[in-house]
């Protein structure tokens, strides 16, 4: 099914190299990232067919991805917009910055401006400086690298993986590269906004808050952020009146930015009015069947629930349900944030083991053990709804729980899960080497996945846990 899936789209990918020396999470193509930051929108063909919105299909995006390829081929711009979108959430395709880009590109030409906006933010997010493909550029100067392998020690050191350091040196071609990315995705944005596009200033006071100043003072970058802000409201709320249901999303989440552009002190600075602001617009995208705004929601709760006057559980149960309707909507998106969040929420282990007398390996048991069998669950329904960045995480739940049965002592008792747990294993890492490039997972044969530092890096309260309680 799968090498029939990635048949049916290879037109779409067509001069697509998948050579192992790519990175398809940044590109894979051998042509130069999109360019035409300048170009204007055409107008629509009015014979081009009318596509619906990736989350109208809910969890059938198979379905909206045979949808999009055929109308791209009439010239819609809508389907290539949302093919851009699968490319880059990795939704039915491996995730693919360069993919998107193009896709991008091809919507923009056609007429599409919100397109520009999503190919602003691929710039804006990605750094300043973006290699489009690897290895395929002009070939390099061999006293250049000596002088710089001259100054690297090619000791190979696990304990600080001193590796590393040569080897971005041992190249014989240099990466193709875009530089000066945020200011394409500023001059993308501003040309949105100009259009009309509500979303274009919302990135635009992100593109300031977050990842450059563009030689403003603090003062004055934080004062931009906040008036394209107030603009991006403005805009999206005429939009959304005008039929366009995400607009609300975005506008909720435009109140949020200003919750977190706000300082201490600031008139913004956990402003509950804002707060109920941004809660009622997600809370009318929900009702609309519409999931972009559970995952808006659920991140919000998340968050409030460090707020003077919010009680962080209750929050956290709000944030849980918000997630739990988005995957109900058929999001992917939702089931891999509610792991992140959540996978581990409700219970204080050091506290367990104190007050209720429970030992090490039975907290590890009766509480991770089941907790991360939840996330399990939640991240398989993830992949089944075809949200491919979900596998990673998903392989590595699946991996730790052999791992914690055998480490704390209790194999026999949970045989029957592991047994399951190792067929998914294998079902799912074979998933993720067929989807797309070698690699483009970081899971491949001979990579090693390391419990332990998952365990002390990304799970709450391990480290209290296994440092104070016998």
Not at 51 to 58: A, D, F, I, N, T
Not at 360 to 386: G, H
Not at 393 to 402: M, S
Request: charged share 25%; aromatic share 12%.
């Amino acid at each position: 099914m799968l090498q029939a899936l990635q048949e049916s789209h290879a037109p779409l990918l067509q001069g697509t190299n998948t050579s192992p020396n790519t990175n398809p999470t940044q590109a894979t193509q051998t042509e130069q990232a999109p360019q035409s930051i300048n170009a204007t929108p055409t107008t629509p063909s009015s014979n081009a067919p009318e596509v619906k919105p990736l989350w109208k299909y809910g969890a059938n995006t198979l379905q909206a991805f045979k949808d999009y390829i055929q109308a791209k081929d009439l010239g819609s711009a809508s389907a290539w917009l949302e093919l851009g979108k699968m490319a880059y959430e990795g939704i039915v395709l491996y995730p693919d910055n360069n993919v998107a880009m193009r896709c991008f590109e091809k919507a923009i030409a056609l007429g599409s401006v919100q397109a520009m906006v999503e190919l602003g933010k691929i710039y804006m997010e990605n750094g300043d400086t973006q290699i489009t493909e690897y290895g395929s550029g002009e070939v390099l100067e061999g006293v250049a690298v000596g002088k710089e392998l001259a100054n690297c020690d090619d000791e190979i050191d696990s304990e600080v993986e001193s590796y590393k350091e040569f080897l971005e040196h041992c190249h014989i071609f240099a990466d193709k590269k875009v530089q000066n990315c945020h200011q394409k995705a500023k001059d993308l944005f501003e040309k949105a906004g100009e259009l009309g596009e509500g979303r274009a200033y919302r990135h635009l006071g992100e593109l300031y808050r977050q990842y450059n100043d563009f030689g403003e003072t603090s003062e004055g970058s934080k004062a931009k952020s906040y008036e394209y802000y107030k603009k991006a409201v403005e805009l999206l709320k005429r939009q959304a009146k005008q039929g366009d249901i995400e607009a609300y999303a975005e506008m909720g989440q435009a109140f949020v930015n200003r919750l977190w552009l706000a300082s201490e002190g600031d008139q913004d600075h956990r402003d509950e009015n804002l707060v109920e602001k941004a809660i009622e617009a997600f809370q009318k995208v929900i009702d609309l069947d519409c999931h972009v705004g559970c995952y808006y929601l659920g991140r919000l709760y998340s968050a409030i629930g460090f707020f003077e006057g919010h009680e962080r559980e209750q929050e956290e149960q709000n944030s849980i349900q918000a997630y739990k309707k988005g995957i109900q909507l058929g999001s992917g998106l939702c089931a891999r944030q509610l792991v992140c969040d959540h996978a581990t929420q409700g219970f204080n282990p050091l506290t367990l083991g104190l007050m209720e007398g429970k030992s090490k390996p039975e907290i590890i048991q009766f509480y991770y053990f089941e907790a991360f069998d939840q996330a399990i669950k939640w991240l398989k329904m993830a992949v089944s709804y075809r949200h491919y960045k979900a596998l990673p995480d998903l392989l590595k739940y699946l991996a730790t729980q052999p791992y914690l049965a055998k480490e704390y002592g209790f194999e026999e008792e949970e045989q029957k899960r592991l047994n399951q747990y190792g067929r998914d294993y294998s079902t799912y890492r074979q998933l993720a080497i067929d989807l797309g490039p070698k690699n483009w997972h970081f899971w491949n044969d001979y990579g090693v996945f390391d419990v332990k530092t998952f365990l002390n890096s990304g799970v709450e309260a391990w480290r209290t846990i296994t440092g104070t309680l016998s």
